[in-house]
């Protein structure tokens, strides 16, 4: 995103001992990608806090290149990561030590101080970061002011796996509307129920686990009235560590049964019902959010609209699980940035498919996925895809 550099001034590299960098723009020592991970597991401690920030963690090693500090975004507003790790040690630790950071440090003063300010004053030689802030307030900014300072910088170890990591964020920023990831279980022949809604449980226990660490790795989780209504759903995180993702009923005319799971549940779980801007709400729904968009002549709410309003709640990323109904008008907008397919080893038969409701307008033009990943759960397979124009970086 931004056009890597290494600090022009040869006489830092020496004071540094470090090698000098093969190719321009590019120095990455034997244990960076170590500490670059390691910072997105610290900024995923953040995950359900930080939004619409994004997840970020940070860890500081001594000129001797041992881990003296470590630190990642807390909460929204809060100190950002890298203040964290670098207050936490004594100058002494951080004078001339190598700062790892998951995204390019700020440079401006928000809630708080520049950050770039802070890694100067600790007396840090190196920073080695997974990616640039998309932030037009920061994007490049902070590189080439920490550079400016003699400072050297090394961006882009793990650079796709960061933006991945933060798609929320990157999207909100890039596109000014919420990640949108769905979760299906289907059976092998593409089923996600039977003809009379049967579909609990298509997939086994590990795929379902996954599927709750799933809903914990994003801010808002979506289904539409009917899947309310049919299946009953508490859309918590139960079977895994990790924080509730915000719940959004999709429901045009503003109704969900008053004794329904998550209808009794709102005081535990944030709670949103996106209705219709005229839709009358029952008094006994209490504790709910009300997301009122107008509706189109069928009844319906434009999926963008949604999507564009989301972040607004503190929404980055939101994972819709299903039904049919709500999926389809995802797809038909082409909303769908990623999906996630649990595959049972069984056969349905006649019943429904997700997408039956959607018509691509041509062959040419049916939308196209790339394979992100593919893991064994149990005795079914999970498949992960992401929308072929939907990735952050230029290359
Ligand atoms: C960092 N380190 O840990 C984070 C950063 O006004 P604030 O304090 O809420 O700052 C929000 C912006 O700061 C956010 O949009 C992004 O550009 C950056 N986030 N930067 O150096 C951090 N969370
Ligand atoms: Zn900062």
Redesign the pocket.
Known sequence: MVEDDVCADQSVWDACGLPDPINRGFLFLDDDLIHLTRCLELASKGRGH?SP??R?GAVLLSSAGVVVAEGY?RC??EV???VVAMTSCTRDKSQGGTLF?N?E??CYT???PP?TDAIVSAGIKRVVISTS?P?P??NGKGIKFLREQGILVSIGTNSKEAEYFNRGYFNYILRQRSWCAAKIALSIDGKMANKSGLSKWITGNEARRAAHAMRADHDGIMVGRKTVQLDNPELTVRMTDGPNPVRIVLTATGKIPTNSAIASTTSMVRTIMVVDEKSVIDKDLSNIELLRLPCNEHGEIDPRLILQELPGYGVLSVLIEGGAGVLSSFMNADLLDEISIGTAPTIIGEGISPMEHFAPTSWAQRPKYSLKSYNKAGSDLITTYIREDRTFSQD
């Open positions: 930080v920030n994004p970020v975004h929204y507003g950002h990561a890298e950071i995204l440090p700020c928000g809630h708080t950050c802030d932030n307030k920061v």
